[in-house]
């Protein structure tokens, strides 16, 4: 079945530049969008954007600024920089596969297993 | 940025039903379709409901949902100790350039 592998550093300082990469296996990658969500400790689920094989992205309004992704098709992977980290952007970061292409925006899964990110200052 | 409102709390006792609600706009669940979540503490979401109401393969259909204008509900019906959990609502804004937004979450403690 698909399975979802991010990793990335886990300690940052603040001002420091987040970097995951997710690696996609057991399924197709050309077809679907890729995505990035974050959950801070004890709060809610925050998306923070998507890409799509292509490259095109969409981000949060909230976060576009600092967020770059990219993609690779060859090797099925997908990566997340997020620029000048501070305190607040301390959270388990997760990729996801999104929606298929050209269907119905809001279908998340399989789930990377996380990764959380300390920032501290 | 936007979000989909949702009670903080909700709670019953095994075999009842518990309801959560999810607010939105015209410009998010009013136009798009809202998806649901479950979420066990230090695990991703699973996914429960899709397009207002439906449900994927595997969850039991003591799950259902709805939607009407820009507010979306969840039912859990036949209560369960294993449907103990975090629940968020999803759904797509068609502000700005676009872009997911999710509820705030609803703890669901069964008694």
């Known amino acids: 079945q698909v399975q979802l592998q991010q990793w990335g550093a886990g300690v940052l300082r603040s001002s420091e530049t987040l970097s995951l990469t997710c690696a996609v296996s057991?399924?197709?990658?050309?077809?679907?969008?890729w995505t990035w969500i974050r959950q801070a400790p004890g709060k809610g689920l925050e998306w923070i954007g998507e890409i799509n094989p292509s490259g095109t992205t969409s981000s949060s309004p909230s976060l576009k600024s600092r967020v770059t992704m990219s993609v690779d098709t060859s090797k099925k992977q997908f990566s997340l920089k997020m620029t000048t980290m501070t305190g607040a952007d301390t959270a388990v970061y997760y990729c996801?596969?999104?929606?298929?292409?050209?269907?119905?925006?809001?279908?998340?899964?399989?789930w990377g297993q996380g990764t959380l990110v300390t920032v501290s200052s | 940025q936007s979000v989909l409102t949702q009670p903080p709390s909700a709670s019953g006792t095994p075999g009842q039903t518990v309801t959560i609600s999810c607010s939105g706009s015209?410009?998010?669940?009013?136009?798009?379709?809202v998806y649901w979540y479950q979420q066990f503490p230090a695990t991703a979401p699973r996914l429960v409901i899709y397009?207002?109401?439906d449900r994927p393969s595997g969850v039991p259909d003591r799950f259902s949902a709805s939607k009407s204008g820009t507010s979306a509900s969840l039912a859990i019906s036949g209560l369960r100790s294993e449907d103990e959990a975090d629940y968020y609502c999803v759904t797509w804004d068609d502000s700005l350039s676009g872009f997911y937004v999710f509820g705030t979450g609803t703890k669901v403690t069964v008694l």
């Open positions: 996801a596969r999104g929606s298929a292409s050209g269907s119905y925006r809001g279908w998340f899964g399989p």
């Open positions: 397009r207002n109401t």
């Open positions: 015209i410009s998010n669940i009013g136009n798009n379709y």
């Open positions: 057991g399924g197709p990658f050309n077809t679907y969008n």
